[in-house]
């Protein structure tokens, strides 16, 4: 293998790690939002995704029709809309999510979370293995990705455990680098 593409190798794997490091926007429901129409699975839409710390949720919906409730987990199971932790209308809404745990939504117009309109966000922590000690992140030659933080106090143990992840895939990247050159 040629210099340059070793290179180029290297170039793709480092953008592989900032892949990992960067947060992401979540479509409800995808291409058909969040609606009763269809019998959208949200359940099923969920389980598909991996919700980090950082990310953001997008509601899209026709806003004269169904509306977007934060709600407890009891709340949830009982489609009960009579007290939202929070409520959106616009039909263009996005959540941040700033930490981890179950995060539940339903539609609060009547029979549309009987209908299936609910949702169970669940934001599941990086696990101890997969994130280093931010001391080996500083150690490291290459600085973390920059990740847009939620606000101060959120802010810093996401960003920890996020560097901390595209730091160690660097890291593979930077071995698997050494080891082409070794045997080129
Ligand atoms: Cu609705």
Same mark, same amino acid.
């Given at each position: 293998m040629a210099f340059t593409e070793k290179a180029v190798v290297f170039l793709l794997m480092m953008m592989a790690a900032f892949h990992v490091s960067q947060a992401a926007v979540h479509k409800v429901g995808? =291409? #058909?939002?969040?609606?009763?129409?269809?019998?959208?699975d949200y359940k099923k839409w969920a389980a598909t995704k991996n919700f980090q710390v950082g990310d953001s949720i997008i509601f899209e919906y026709n806003a004269k029709f169904h509306n977007v409730m934060r709600v407890t987990h009891a709340m949830y199971k009982s489609c009960?809309? =009579? #007290?939202?932790?929070t409520t959106m209308t616009t039909g263009n809404d996005t959540i941040k999510i700033t930490n981890y745990g179950h995060h539940f939504f339903l539609c609060g117009i009547p029979g549309h979370c009987q209908a299936g309109q609910k949702v169970d966000i669940n934001v599941v922590k990086v696990s101890a293995a997969a994130a280093p000690t931010p001391t080996s992140a500083m150690a490291s030659p290459v600085p973390p990705a920059n990740v847009p933080a939620p606000s101060p106090n959120v802010a810093s143990p996401f960003i920890v455990a996020k560097g901390g992840v595209g730091v160690l895939t660097l890291a593979i990247a930077l071995v698997a680098f050494l080891t082409l050159s070794t045997h080129a």
């Amino acid at each position: 293998m040629a210099f340059t593409e070793k290179a180029v190798v290297f170039l793709l794997m480092m953008m592989a790690a900032f892949h990992v490091s960067q947060a992401a926007v979540h479509k409800v429901g995808d =291409s #058909s939002g969040w609606t009763i129409i269809g019998n959208i699975d949200y359940k099923k839409w969920a389980a598909t995704k991996n919700f980090q710390v950082g990310d953001s949720i997008i509601f899209e919906y026709n806003a004269k029709f169904h509306n977007v409730m934060r709600v407890t987990h009891a709340m949830y199971k009982s489609c009960n809309a =009579s #007290s939202p932790l929070t409520t959106m209308t616009t039909g263009n809404d996005t959540i941040k999510i700033t930490n981890y745990g179950h995060h539940f939504f339903l539609c609060g117009i009547p029979g549309h979370c009987q209908a299936g309109q609910k949702v169970d966000i669940n934001v599941v922590k990086v696990s101890a293995a997969a994130a280093p000690t931010p001391t080996s992140a500083m150690a490291s030659p290459v600085p973390p990705a920059n990740v847009p933080a939620p606000s101060p106090n959120v802010a810093s143990p996401f960003i920890v455990a996020k560097g901390g992840v595209g730091v160690l895939t660097l890291a593979i990247a930077l071995v698997a680098f050494l080891t082409l050159s070794t045997h080129a």
